[in-house]
């Protein structure tokens, strides 16, 4: 039997991936594609977005990647203009890994197009700049809600680029897919309650201070919001939020129904 691309783990069938990563690339390939694509994203799928916009805080090698689609894409939704030059993106200069590989991958997460060293906004650059300008004052929760589906679209497009490059896997923001996948596939219902054997079989790849980094930052220790987690129970078990139970009852449906089709053709 073949093992996974990301993990040790058996991968399934016909396919390189484990069945939780598989599940795993399908909720970010199909979150991508559904921002990109409709007007009017369901509100259970924005909510996955907004509570998977810190899945890269605090991490030096992959921070680099988030500076610069963050610039470029402020650039393009935010300041509206229509194309920049190559040389003009500044936060390149700040981290060691080659220019040619962050543009790269930029331009495969859909941030960016690249013709002739100008770069154009990409499809994901060019909804953000639609759904940018509601009119609401900027403390308003509208406008942090829009806020945090900004960063956390971007953050989602750069995971998918890297777990399909296959050059570096950041395990970090993986292992916070992994822990969704797990919870939604272990049982029919799914429960609000982490338990022990499910948090450690999602982190086991992640060194332990990274881990508990994650942890304080999902608890809220970071800037006083707690994400994807609701509380830590009187048993020291995380408990999801409502809304991130609900984003896994619809994401799984659908991955349901994805196989169905396949396996009806
Ligand atoms: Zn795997």
Redesign the pocket.
């Given at each position: 039997m073949e093992?996974?691309?990301?993990?040790?783990?058996l991968?399934g069938g016909d396919s390189e991936?484990?069945?939780?990563?598989?599940f795993?690339l399908f909720q970010i390939s199909e979150t991508l594609s559904e921002f990109i694509q409709q007007e009017n994203p369901p509100e259970w799928l924005l909510d996955g977005i907004r509570e998977l916009s810190w899945i890269f805080f605090g991490h030096p090698r992959t921070a680099a990647y988030i500076n610069v689609s963050m610039e470029i894409a402020d650039r393009f939704a935010i300041e509206r203009l229509p194309h920049i030059s190559i040389n003009d993106i500044k936060e390149v200069n700040y981290t060691r890994l080659s220019p040619r590989r962050i543009i790269s991958l930029l331009e495969d997460a859909l941030i960016i197009r690249v013709e002739n060293n100008i770069v154009y906004p990409g499809p994901l650059s060019l909804r953000l700049r639609e759904v940018r300008d509601l009119g609401y004052p900027l403390n308003s929760p509208e406008q942090k809600a829009r806020a945090l589906e900004y960063h956390g679209i971007l953050a989602i497009s750069v995971l998918r680029s890297m777990l399909l490059e296959g050059e570096y896997i950041p395990r970090g923001a993986l292992s916070v897919l992994?822990l969704l996948s797990l919870q939604a596939l272990t049982s029919e219902e799914i429960q609000r309650e982490i338990s022990d054997v499910t948090w450690d079989s999602a982190f086991r790849d992640v060194p332990n201070r990274q881990e508990n980094k994650m942890k304080r930052i999902m608890a809220g220790l970071l800037d006083g919001v707690t994400k994807m987690i609701h509380n830590i129970n009187e048993d020291g078990k995380p408990e999801l939020k409502t809304e991130v139970v609900s984003y896994l009852v619809n994401m799984r449906e659908r991955y349901r129904e994805r196989e169905r089709t396949r396996t009806r053709m």
């Open positions: 093992k996974c691309l990301y993990c040790k783990r991968a991936l484990c069945k939780l990563h598989e795993a992994t």
